[in-house]
Nanobody, 117 residues
Framework: QVQLVESGGGLVQPGGSLRLACAAS????????MGWYRQAPGKQRELVAT???????DYADSVKGRFTISRDNAKNTVYLQMNSLKPDDTAVYHC???????????WGQGTQVTVSS
């Protein structure tokens, strides 16, 4: 079992920045594709960004050019740098890990991001 613990959420004004972090409790972090998803009230969970075990990245169209996903395999941590935040980015952000061979998938509890003036 892999535990994922997110941090870095909070309240920020429109145009501001936040950096989320997700720490994974596994010695085989480099065997996992990692992702960030978000869920706003009354909406379905949606993909925000992913980074593969080989560090290839992909983004939802709504965040391209504003968000950057990265990983530090030495720290078992994936990050999401969020710039130029908008009120529509308000959601609970969840970290996701998927094993590249077994496809076992794990989720974190989430961290709240609120963009408001």
């Amino acid at each position: 079992q892999v535990q994922l613990v997110e941090s870095g959420g909070g309240l920020v004004q429109p145009g501001g920045s936040l950096r989320l972090a997700c720490a994974a409790s596994t010695s085989f972090f480099n065997m996992y594709d990692m992702g960030w998803y978000r869920q706003a009230p009354g909406k379905q969970r949606e993909l925000v960004a992913t980074v593969t075990s080989g560090s290839a990245t992909d983004y939802a169209d709504s965040v391209k050019g504003r968000f950057t996903i990265s990983r530090d395999n030495a720290k078992n941590t994936v990050y999401l740098q969020m710039n130029s935040l908008k009120p529509d980015d308000t959601a609970v952000y969840h970290c996701n890990a998927k094993h590249t061979r077994t496809w076992d998938t794990w989720w974190g509890q989430g961290t709240q991001v609120t963009v408001s003036s």
